[in-house]
Structures are given as structure tokens and as C-alpha cells.
């Protein structure tokens, strides 16, 4: 695992705490314990770096995070929480659609999913929507580890179905086991390049 350098650039609450910087920058989205945290600290080989929650739904903020002086990953709250709806329709409207709208730096969304859950109506609005901001999309499906290996690939070609991208467009990776994260990584490279 090759070493990653990193550091919190920033917690932004709104538009005026985004960090000024000069690198591409990619978004971390996705349902509430997805493993978006998890998939971040993974790429980077931390433990902590990114906060991988008891209390999902809880940290309505932007996390940025600038790697090897190169690139920045945002890592965005959890939607579609059951218990905070509104809460989560509130998230949206005040922190995640103005920065997805207005952040000249974003290129693209990592769409963060559980590979044993069919992506639902949440997933396939913020996949419309990125499309929407033109941003390059990569499914990524989480927690592989759960399933084995013929089971985990008809799962990705099924959320890849819902998603209405080709089976090959999706990534499937475990955080536990630290396998698929070669690709994710090219992929990103490919994002940050565009
Ligand atoms: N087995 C397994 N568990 C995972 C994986 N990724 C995340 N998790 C677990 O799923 C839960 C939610 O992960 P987290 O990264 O906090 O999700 P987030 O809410 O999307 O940021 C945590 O208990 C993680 O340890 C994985 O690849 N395999
Ligand atoms: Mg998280």
C-alpha cells in the first residue's frame, strides 16, 4: 500500500468556510453508513482520518481533505437517514446543492453503496443530479467482504442496472479486506484529470 499524504483542509458549514486551493476536487456521497468514511480512510490507508460514525446522519458538514498536494476529497453527510428526513431534505438544500452547483473545483462524485442494498430513490437523485452539475460519476460498491466473490459481482451488475451505467463502470472494494482500491484510485486519477 503506497503512502498517502494528508491533511483536513477544512469543516465547512457553509459556502464561506469552502478552502481556497488550486487542486481538482472529487465528492464523497451517499446513504448514511454506506462507508464513505471507511472508503476514504482506506484510499489514504488511515484509520481515523475520516470519521467513521456510531451516530450516522450526525455530522452535517463538508470534510475537506487535500492529498499527496495534489487533489482534495470532500467527504458529504449521509442522506436518506430514516429518523431525519426533513433533516436530510435540510443538509441537501443548505450544504450539499450549493457546493455541488457552485464549487468550480468539483469534478466529479464518488457514489458511495452498500453492495448488498439496491440503490434507491435518494441514490438515484443524487446520481441524476451530479449528471445535472456535469460531473463524472463512480459507483462505488462497498463492503464486498459480505459476499462472496461470484455473489458480489451480480450484486454491482444489478445496482449498475439501476443506475444505468455498464456493470464495468462500477467499483467494488471492502474497506475490511482493502481489496478493488487499485481501480478506485485509477478511476479517480481519471476524474482529476478530466
Ligand atoms: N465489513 C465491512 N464493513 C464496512 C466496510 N465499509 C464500511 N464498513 C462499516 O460500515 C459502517 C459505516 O461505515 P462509515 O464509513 O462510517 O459509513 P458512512 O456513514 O457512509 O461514512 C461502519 O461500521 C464501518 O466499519 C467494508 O468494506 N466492509
Ligand atoms: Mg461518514
Given at each position: 500500500?503506497?503512502?498517502?499524504?494528508?491533511?483536513?483542509?477544512?469543516?465547512?458549514?457553509?459556502?464561506?468556510?469552502?478552502?481556497?486551493?488550486?487542486?481538482?476536487?472529487?465528492?464523497?456521497?451517499?446513504?448514511?453508513?454506506?462507508?464513505?468514511s471507511?472508503l476514504?480512510?482506506?484510499?489514504?490507508?488511515?484509520?481515523?482520518?475520516?470519521?467513521?460514525?456510531?451516530t450516522?446522519?450526525?455530522?452535517?458538514?463538508?470534510?475537506f481533505f487535500?492529498v499527496?498536494?495534489?487533489?482534495?476529497f470532500?467527504?458529504?453527510?449521509?442522506?436518506?437517514?430514516?429518523?431525519?428526513?426533513?433533516?436530510?431534505?435540510e443538509?441537501?438544500?443548505a450544504?450539499?446543492?450549493?457546493?455541488?452547483?457552485?464549487?468550480?473545483?468539483?469534478?466529479?462524485?464518488?457514489l458511495?453503496?452498500?453492495?448488498?442494498?439496491?440503490?434507491?430513490?435518494d441514490?438515484?437523485?443524487?446520481?441524476?443530479y451530479?449528471?445535472?452539475?456535469?460531473?463524472?460519476v463512480?459507483?462505488?460498491?462497498m463492503?464486498?467482504?459480505?459476499l462472496?466473490?461470484?455473489?458480489?459481482?451480480?450484486?454491482?451488475?444489478?445496482?449498475?442496472?439501476?443506475?444505468?451505467?455498464?456493470?464495468?463502470?462500477?467499483?467494488?472494494?471492502s474497506?475490511?479486506?482493502?481489496?478493488?482500491?487499485?481501480?478506485?484510485?485509477?478511476?479517480?486519477?481519471?476524474?482529476?484529470?478530466?
Amino acid at each position: 500500500m503506497q503512502y498517502h499524504a494528508v491533511k483536513l483542509l477544512a469543516t465547512a458549514a457553509n459556502e464561506t468556510q469552502w478552502p481556497e486551493h488550486a487542486f481538482p476536487e472529487v465528492m464523497f456521497a451517499g446513504r448514511s453508513n454506506a462507508g464513505k468514511s471507511s472508503l476514504i480512510n482506506t484510499l489514504v490507508n488511515r484509520k481515523n482520518l475520516a470519521y467513521t460514525g456510531k451516530t450516522p446522519g450526525k455530522t452535517r458538514l463538508l470534510n475537506f481533505f487535500e492529498v499527496d498536494e495534489q487533489l482534495v476529497f470532500c467527504d458529504s453527510p449521509g442522506y436518506g437517514y430514516a429518523v431525519g428526513g426533513r433533516d436530510t431534505a435540510e443538509t441537501f438544500s443548505a450544504l450539499i446543492d450549493p457546493y455541488m452547483r457552485k464549487r468550480a473545483q468539483l469534478k466529479g462524485m464518488i457514489l458511495v453503496l452498500d453492495i448488498r442494498r439496491t440503490p434507491n430513490e435518494d441514490d438515484l437523485l443524487m446520481m441524476e443530479y451530479a449528471r445535472a452539475n456535469h460531473l463524472a460519476v463512480l459507483p462505488v460498491c462497498m463492503k464486498a467482504d459480505k459476499l462472496s466473490r461470484g455473489a458480489g459481482i451480480q450484486a454491482a451488475a444489478k445496482i449498475a442496472k439501476s443506475l444505468q451505467v455498464p456493470p464495468s463502470a462500477c467499483c467494488i472494494v471492502s474497506a475490511t479486506a482493502k481489496t478493488g482500491l487499485d481501480e478506485v484510485w485509477n478511476r479517480i486519477e481519471q476524474i482529476a484529470a478530466e
